[in-house]
């Protein structure tokens, strides 16, 4: 169902800059292949590993979310691989969580964050073997080739100065609505992989300390939110030099993806743009479209490009 005209007056459809759009069209030789989802949501793969981060597909439109949310197989099945060896959440709202588990389900993967979102899982059926708790004071973990790290973060406050539905989830209710998705504490997820390391954000704020010593060759930043967080790129910037720049959770959320990206309202995409050519001169500043792959050399990052041809695994 295509979205109605108020939908699309209060949530503008984006057309990106071809600048900011690097493309090429063979992957070989990538470090690093990055699918966006939508939202905070990737695919990574490395080395012969893939992972989910905060993977949401099912975007209930804004009346659904009043009722029950439910996973949406369908979405899920075209839009993920058949098999994973992590999803993994940064933090526990439902744009970020509500696939999550269902996906670990389907793929045999492990499902990694707090325990809030560990509680979603129990709901989902998934065995204590196939769940991996990330306590307050983050956690490190290798998954095949990768090491992830879930470093201590802070969500945006993105709604009249404020985290939205904040606190801890313990049992989740039967048929979850949008609210029972508590934020359950904030993550940023760094990954290295091989030659290559990236850092994501995906809710506009940030513990500087929790940074220290780092470094991320790709950052996938997320934008919801990030005017009530001051200096919130120069200081991600200034703690992991990013050689490549990927903004992200940009997005309404409320319509299928086939329906095309819009912005949330108050992002301001054309404006992170120009504040991140500022900050950060010599990086790649790319703004994908959903389900594009972006492949990521591993001798200079710099060199990340989108490929020209979509693929539907990645
Ligand atoms: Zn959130």
């Known amino acids: 169902m295509s979205p109605s005209l108020l939908y699309r007056a209060v949530f503008p459809r984006f057309s990106p800059e071809a600048r900011f759009r690097p493309t090429t069209t063979s992957a070989a030789g990538a470090a ?7 939202t905070a949501g ?3 793969e490395a080395a012969g590993t893939t992972i989910a981060i905060d993977p949401f597909v099912t975007r209930p439109s804004l009346s659904h979310l ?11 099945a075209w839009r993920l691989p058949a098999r994973l060896d992590a999803v993994l959440c940064g933090h526990s709202h439902f744009d970020h969580l509500l696939d999550a588990p269902r996906i670990a389900a389907r793929t045999g993967a492990l499902l990694v964050g707090s325990r809030s979102t560990l509680a979603f ?24 080739a990768l090491e992830v790290r879930f470093v201590p973060s802070l969500h945006g406050r993105i709604i009249f100065g ?8 313990t049992r989740p209710p039967a048929l979850p609505r949008a609210w029972h998705y508590r934020m359950g504490g904030a993550f940023g997820i760094l990954v290295r992989a091989p030659g290559v390391c990236l850092y994501h954000n995906g809710s506009a704020d940030l513990v500087d300390a929790e940074l220290a010593g780092e470094h991320a060759d ?4 997320g934008l ?12 991600l910037q200034r703690a992991l030099g990013p050689r490549v720049i990927v903004p992200t959770h940009h997005d309404a959320f409320f319509a299928p993806l086939e329906e095309g990206l819009r912005l949330l309202p108050g992002v301001d995409l054309p404006g ?14 790319v703004t994908p479209a959903y389900d594009e792959v972006l492949a990521v050399p591993a001798d200079d990052a710099r060199g990340a490009a989108l490929l020209a041809h979509t693929l539907t695994t990645c």
């Open 218 to 221: 790709v950052l996938l930043v």
């Open 42 to 44: 990737y695919v990574l």
């Open 224 to 235: 919801a939110g990030r005017g009530s967080t001051r200096a919130y790129l120069a200081r």
């Open 272 to 285: 992170f743009c120009a504040e991140a050519r500022g900050l950060a001169p010599l990086a790649t500043l």
């Open 121 to 144: 899982g129990r709901a989902e059926g998934l065995p204590a073997a196939r769940l991996v708790e990330v306590p307050p004071s983050g956690r490190t973990l290798r998954v095949g």
């Open 66 to 76: 009043l009722g029950p949310l439910h996973p949406d197989d369908v979405a899920i």
């Open 162 to 169: 404020r985290v939205p539905f904040s606190g801890e989830v």
């Open 32 to 38: 690093l292949r990055i699918r966006w989802l939508g």
